[in-house]
């Protein structure tokens, strides 16, 4: 499937520009767009727990606490159909979905490209990098190219973007390095960019760099030491008889 220039529409932008994405757990921020790319012409979507629990990087115990969030705010709700002998969880999206022509629909609706979900990327990021991230997207407008991944250099307000997704400026700033890194966030003198072409599902954006630097230095200084070292009675010569 060709997922390049397709994106899922969420009424999210004027929540997360006044700060309502900090009242969000992790797991209803990482599971939602999961759903909203799965979301068939019925508004319903059926994936798997193992699926959603995938690309949306949580376990299956957090899945739960997520999808009763996104239940309770009345996002989503739950009911269970039999299918092919089976039972499946059908999710149905009731959030406001956009129409051609809907008033105001520019500062209602969120643009997730949905290779960014389907490739794994959105899975590897960790719950901040989610958060800010999806900020951003929250502010950026319409480029010539008409995805919606430009923000203009002069809405650039980082320590403003921090304080909406419940981060430390400095915690932020790191953030977006992760995300230049991973050629999700482009800084230019006229605006950031954040751009994503399906080509990009082979970066990602590691959870715990310093975590995972530390494991790799700590496996190198096991297989270091875990040469033979010749015991006492190998060293020392037994007396001729």
Same mark, same amino acid.
């Given at each position: 499937?060709?997922?390049?220039?397709?994106?899922?529409?969420?009424?999210?932008?004027? +929540?997360?520009?006044?700060?309502?994405?900090?009242?969000?757990?992790?797991?209803?921020?990482?599971?939602?767009?999961? !759903?909203?790319?799965?979301?068939?012409?019925?508004?319903?979507?059926?994936?798997? +727990?193992?699926?959603?629990?995938?690309?949306?990087?949580?376990?299956?115990?957090?899945?739960?606490?997520?999808?009763?969030?996104?239940?309770? +705010?009345?996002?989503?709700? !739950?009911?269970?159909? /039999?299918?092919?002998?089976?039972?499946?969880?059908v999710y149905r999206m009731e959030y406001l979905h956009y129409r051609k022509g809907y008033p105001a629909a520019a500062s209602l609706f969120l643009a997730l490209p949905y290779a960014l979900v389907?490739?794994?990327?959105?899975? /590897?990021?960790?719950?901040?990098?989610? #958060?800010?991230? !999806?900020?951003?997207?929250?502010?950026?407008?319409?480029?010539?190219?008409?995805?919606?991944?430009?923000?203009?250099?002069?809405?650039?307000?980082?320590?403003?973007?921090?304080?909406?997704?419940? !981060?430390?400026?400095?915690?932020?700033?790191?953030? #977006?390095?992760?995300?230049?890194?991973?050629?999700?966030?482009?800084?230019?003198?006229?605006?950031?960019?954040?751009?994503?072409?399906?080509?990009?599902?082979?970066?990602?954006?590691?959870?715990?760099?310093?975590?995972? #630097?530390?494991?790799?230095?700590?496996?190198?200084?096991?297989?270091?030491?875990?040469?033979?070292?010749?015991?006492?009675?190998?060293?020392?010569?037994?007396?001729?008889?």
């Amino acid at each position: 499937m060709n997922t390049g220039n397709q994106f899922a529409l969420i009424p999210w932008r004027a +929540q997360i520009r006044s700060g309502g994405l900090r009242a969000w757990p992790d797991a209803a921020v990482s599971i939602l767009p999961v !759903l909203a790319v799965h979301e068939s012409p019925l508004l319903e979507a059926w994936p798997s +727990q193992t699926r959603i629990a995938s690309l949306a990087g949580v376990s299956k115990t957090t899945l739960g606490a997520g999808l009763r969030f996104l239940v309770e +705010q009345g996002w989503i709700s !739950l009911t269970k159909r /039999k299918t092919f002998r089976a039972w499946h969880t059908v999710y149905r999206m009731e959030y406001l979905h956009y129409r051609k022509g809907y008033p105001a629909a520019a500062s209602l609706f969120l643009a997730l490209p949905y290779a960014l979900v389907l490739s794994g990327v959105w899975g /590897k990021m960790s719950g901040a990098t989610k #958060r800010l991230y !999806l900020v951003l997207r929250a502010h950026c407008v319409a480029s010539d190219g008409g995805d919606g991944s430009f923000l203009p250099i002069g809405e650039v307000h980082p320590r403003e973007f921090a304080d909406m997704a419940g !981060l430390h400026p400095g915690a932020a700033r790191k953030i #977006r390095g992760r995300l230049e890194a991973a050629h999700l966030l482009t800084m230019e003198a006229e605006g950031w960019f954040l751009p994503f072409e399906e080509g990009q599902a082979r970066h990602s954006v590691p959870r715990h760099l310093k975590k995972r #630097r530390k494991r790799a230095i700590q496996y190198r200084v096991r297989k270091e030491t875990r040469r033979w070292v010749p015991s006492p009675r190998h060293t020392v010569p037994r007396p001729r008889h």
